[in-house]
Protein backbone atom coordinates (compact mmCIF):
# COMPACT_ATOMS: atom_id res chain seq x y z
CA UNK A 1 0.00 0.00 0.00
CA UNK A 2 2.95 2.71 1.12
CA UNK A 3 4.44 1.39 -2.70
CA UNK A 4 1.48 2.78 -4.21
CA UNK A 5 1.25 5.96 -2.33
CA UNK A 6 4.55 6.39 -3.11
CA UNK A 7 3.94 6.22 -7.00
CA UNK A 8 4.32 2.96 -7.80
CA UNK A 9 3.27 1.97 -11.24
CA UNK A 10 2.40 -1.86 -9.93
CA UNK A 11 2.56 -4.31 -7.00
CA UNK A 12 3.97 -7.90 -7.53
CA UNK A 13 2.93 -11.12 -5.27
CA UNK A 14 4.95 -14.23 -5.63
CA UNK A 15 6.35 -16.54 -6.24
CA UNK A 16 2.96 -18.19 -6.21
CA UNK A 17 5.02 -21.74 -7.54
CA UNK A 18 8.48 -23.04 -7.50
CA UNK A 19 10.86 -21.00 -9.83
CA UNK A 20 14.53 -20.71 -10.69
CA UNK A 21 14.48 -17.00 -11.71
CA UNK A 22 14.36 -15.41 -8.20
CA UNK A 23 13.79 -18.73 -5.68
CA UNK A 24 11.70 -17.87 -2.67
CA UNK A 25 10.03 -20.34 0.23
CA UNK A 26 7.33 -18.37 0.01
CA UNK A 27 4.10 -19.16 -1.49
CA UNK A 28 1.09 -16.90 -1.52
CA UNK A 29 -2.77 -17.69 -2.07
CA UNK A 30 -3.88 -16.49 -5.31
CA UNK A 31 -6.82 -14.60 -3.25
CA UNK A 32 -4.12 -12.54 -2.59
CA UNK A 33 -4.91 -10.84 -6.12
CA UNK A 34 -8.70 -10.80 -5.62
CA UNK A 35 -8.21 -8.81 -2.34
CA UNK A 36 -5.52 -6.23 -4.01
CA UNK A 37 -7.70 -6.27 -7.28
CA UNK A 38 -10.80 -5.65 -4.83
CA UNK A 39 -9.44 -2.95 -2.64
CA UNK A 40 -7.19 -0.93 -5.18
CA UNK A 41 -6.65 0.42 -8.32
CA UNK A 42 -2.78 -0.15 -8.82
CA UNK A 43 -2.44 -2.76 -10.95
CA UNK A 44 -0.73 -6.52 -9.50
CA UNK A 45 1.49 -8.93 -11.05
CA UNK A 46 1.45 -12.44 -10.19
CA UNK A 47 5.40 -13.90 -10.19
CA UNK A 48 7.49 -17.17 -9.65
CA UNK A 49 7.29 -20.15 -11.75
CA UNK A 50 4.05 -19.42 -13.86
CA UNK A 51 3.52 -21.49 -16.95
CA UNK A 52 0.51 -21.82 -19.72
CA UNK A 53 -1.16 -24.58 -17.66
CA UNK A 54 -0.73 -22.79 -14.14
CA UNK A 55 -1.25 -19.35 -15.15
CA UNK A 56 -4.89 -19.58 -15.37
CA UNK A 57 -5.92 -19.23 -11.74
CA UNK A 58 -3.89 -16.50 -11.14
CA UNK A 59 -5.37 -14.75 -13.60
CA UNK A 60 -9.07 -15.39 -12.68
CA UNK A 61 -8.10 -14.31 -9.20
CA UNK A 62 -7.29 -10.59 -10.41
CA UNK A 63 -3.33 -10.81 -11.23
CA UNK A 64 -3.43 -7.70 -14.03
CA UNK A 65 -0.12 -8.98 -15.63
CA UNK A 66 2.01 -12.27 -15.09
CA UNK A 67 5.44 -12.21 -15.29
CA UNK A 68 6.57 -15.55 -17.22
CA UNK A 69 10.43 -15.23 -17.60
CA UNK A 70 11.73 -18.63 -17.49
CA UNK A 71 8.04 -20.38 -18.93
CA UNK A 72 8.84 -18.43 -22.51
CA UNK A 73 12.38 -17.39 -22.28
CA UNK A 74 13.93 -20.86 -21.01
CA UNK A 75 11.64 -22.82 -23.70
CA UNK A 76 12.86 -24.59 -26.60
CA UNK A 77 10.21 -23.30 -28.37
CA UNK A 78 9.67 -19.78 -27.68
CA UNK A 79 7.01 -18.91 -30.43
CA UNK A 80 5.08 -21.59 -28.90
CA UNK A 81 5.33 -20.77 -25.75
CA UNK A 82 4.08 -16.99 -26.24
CA UNK A 83 1.15 -18.86 -27.97
CA UNK A 84 0.29 -21.00 -25.21
CA UNK A 85 -0.04 -17.76 -22.83
CA UNK A 86 -1.98 -16.35 -25.32
CA UNK A 87 -4.61 -18.72 -25.70
CA UNK A 88 -4.66 -19.05 -21.67
CA UNK A 89 -5.27 -14.96 -21.59
CA UNK A 90 -8.03 -15.10 -23.72
CA UNK A 91 -9.99 -17.57 -21.46
Not at 39 to 47: G, N
Request: glycine share 10%; net charge negative; proline share 8%.
Amino acid sequence: MEAGEEGADYVAFGAFYPTTTKPSEHRPEPGILSWWSGLFELPCVAIGGITPASAAPLVAAGADFIAVCQAVWGAEDVSAAVAAFETVLKG
